[in-house]
């Protein structure tokens, strides 16, 4: 593994013993808050009009939407799935992050300084709860949600089993080329895990590791699913094999020597395809974002015909030199369809990029932006949008509360304890440039880090929305639904919720039949569904045959009745 990593760190069996703080307890106490749900109503309004305002149940404050177009929605359904406070005087500036969060198919992570609070995915139940002694910069969750990853100040990797809570696996980060024991690791500030290989029933996946003076380092051929499994099995013959696999990389960041993000590493997207890994890098320093190329080379494995990766180094592809508008670039997200590249500013531009070819092809200036995450085209009107936009979520830079135009200033006069300001929460079209809707939201807001797939973020944003009021400092985590009439009544049909849709469909004009096709669709494709499990006479069995050839009749479809 060469000098620039402890091989121990790499090759030890998983540790026994459940990972557990050494530290004191954190302060803050998180609760969740199922059931605590609202749908607030927005009548369509003017591009001119200041908007309206709504109370906000969980936090007893005004919230203000303010529909920039014609094309503003009717409701929209706002859930409050977790909060957490604590007493404290300090709690810093607006741009301060109070805690991150992670969402993906299987989990809600939620990172507030020294612990990382593991949820179900509908923030129903809280499913580990790990702590550390030192506050936890940056969290990641592997490709099944199986392990997640987290780094802290000291530039320590720390990969923890979420079912068993056990601490596989961690590793000090030292710049490349130092010697060990002698240069201590800098503060991990991104990760991410990106699937590289899924062939042969098992997936190989790769941790990417950032720190914060811009060291890069590339752990690959993770074979993470099978090591939960022997982790659950108890084998640690197998665990050991899998860990003692993992293969390591430390990429040089520069060109002829001298380094490209010599300023910093703002952020990166990192993807896997046939015959290569690509890692984009976005910072500030000679360039702006760096494209970085590493080939994969396939090698038969004569004990078990298993397919073995062979890599070349990880090579300088391309990269942009200049930076937009005098700053670099925070973050960088591939599109949902791979085609661009969109990066983010200092200064609060959204830049969108021809993958390919790092060509720029639009530039949004029209609300300067300070997070963005990736949404599915489904997310809203389907027809308003080409086959080539791009849409995403939004949190802006402060704004002056109340204020009808987004001429949001990076640098705002207005005080700095959050008072009289606020963001906003938006919905952008690209290369339209049309704001799809808009939502005033405390100072204190974060996107959460979206890893789903396309179709199940198509219909929600998840964010996170501070308070700090008389010396309580307090968050929200919050889930927002789309408000497109079909979007709403799919949620309700995917959770099963056949009442509540009808009744929304009527309120809204849908037919009924949808409903109904839906309904027996899943009656159908469920042997145990609970409409089939009471059969248990022949009385309920013909109501229920009633009760299905009236629904027929609502669907007027043959085809279907007779399928």
């Not at 060469?2 to 760190?9: F, K, L, T, V, Y």
């Not at 929209?76 to 404290?88: D, I, V």
Request: glycine share 6%; charged share 20%.
């Amino acid at each position: 593994l060469g000098s620039d990593i402890d091989p121990q760190g790499v090759s030890e069996l998983p540790n026994a013993a459940a990972f557990k703080s050494s530290g004191k307890a954190s302060e803050w106490r998180l609760e969740l808050c199922s059931g605590s749900d609202e749908t607030l109503q927005l009548h369509r309004l003017s591009s001119t009009s200041g908007g309206r305002q709504a109370n906000d149940s969980a936090n007893s404050a005004q919230r203000i939407i303010n529909p920039i177009n014609e094309n503003a929605f009717d409701s929209y359904r706002l859930e409050t799935l977790a909060t957490a406070e604590r007493t404290t005087l300090t709690y810093g500036g607006d741009r301060d992050r109070w805690c991150d969060a992670t969402i993906s198919a299987q989990y809600v992570a939620i990172t507030i300084e020294r612990q990382i609070h593991i949820l179900s995915v509908d923030c129903r139940k809280q499913e580990a709860v790990i702590c550390h002694d030192g506050n936890i910069l940056a969290t990641a969750l592997n490709c099944d949600s199986s392990f997640v990853a987290f780094g802290d100040e000291t530039g320590t990797l720390f990969i923890v089993h979420v079912k068993t809570r056990r601490h596989v696996f961690s590793q000090i980060i030292k710049p490349s080329g130092s010697t060990p024991g002698t240069v201590p690791g800098s503060a991990i500030v991104a990760l991410q895990f990106a699937v590289s290989e899924s062939a042969n029933a098992h997936i190989t996946e790769e941790l990417v590791v950032v720190t914060s003076e811009g060291t890069l380092v590339r752990f690959s051929s993770l074979r993470l699913c099978l090591l939960s499994q022997a982790i659950l099995d108890g084998d640690m013959a197998v665990a050991a094999k899998i860990k003692g696999g993992i293969k390591v990389e430390f990429p040089f960041l520069s060109l002829s020597g001298r380094p490209i993000h010599a300023s910093g590493i703002g952020g990166m997207s990192v993807t896997h395809s046939n015959g290569g890994s690509h890692i984009v890098i976005a910072g500030s320093g000679d360039a702006c974002m760096s494209c970085w190329r590493r080939e994969e080379l396939s090698e038969p494995d004569g004990e078990n015909d298993d397919v073995q990766r062979a890599s070349t180094a990880t090579q300088l592809a391309d990269m942009v030199s200049f930076e937009c508008s005098g700053s670099g670039y925070t973050k960088v997200a591939l599109s949902l369809d791979q085609r661009y590249l969109v990066a983010l500013s200092k200064s609060g531009a959204l830049d969108v990029y021809e993958r390919l070819t790092l060509t720029l092809v639009f530039r949004y200036t029209e609300t300067l932006i300070d997070d963005f995450g990736l949404l599915a085209p489904s997310s809203t009107k389907v027809e308003a949008f080409s086959p080539t936009s791009i849409l995403l979520a939004a949190i802006s830079k402060p704004v002056s509360l109340n204020s009808e135009r987004d001429d949001i200033s990076g640098d705002s006069d207005i005080n700095d304890e959050g008072e009289d300001r606020c963001r906003r929460l938006l919905v952008i079209s690209l290369p339209s440039m049309e704001v799809i809707y808009s939502m005033d939201v405390s100072v204190w807001s974060w996107l959460a880090n979206d890893i789903r797939s396309s179709q199940d973020i198509a219909d929600t944003i998840l964010f996170v929305e501070g308070t700090h009021v008389d010396g309580v400092q307090t968050f929200y985590l919050r889930n927002l639904y789309e408000t497109v009439p079909m979007e709403r009544l799919s949620h309700f049909l995917r959770a099963g919720r056949y009442t509540e849709a009808e009744a929304f469909a009527e309120e809204n004009g849908i037919p009924l039949a949808v409903v109904y096709r839906k309904r027996l669709d899943d009656i159908l494709s469920d042997p145990s569904h609970p409409s089939l499990s009471r059969l248990s006479s022949e009385d309920e069995a013909a109501v229920f045959a009633d009760q299905t050839l009236d629904l027929l009749g609502h669907i007027g479809d043959t085809a279907f009745a007779i399928d």
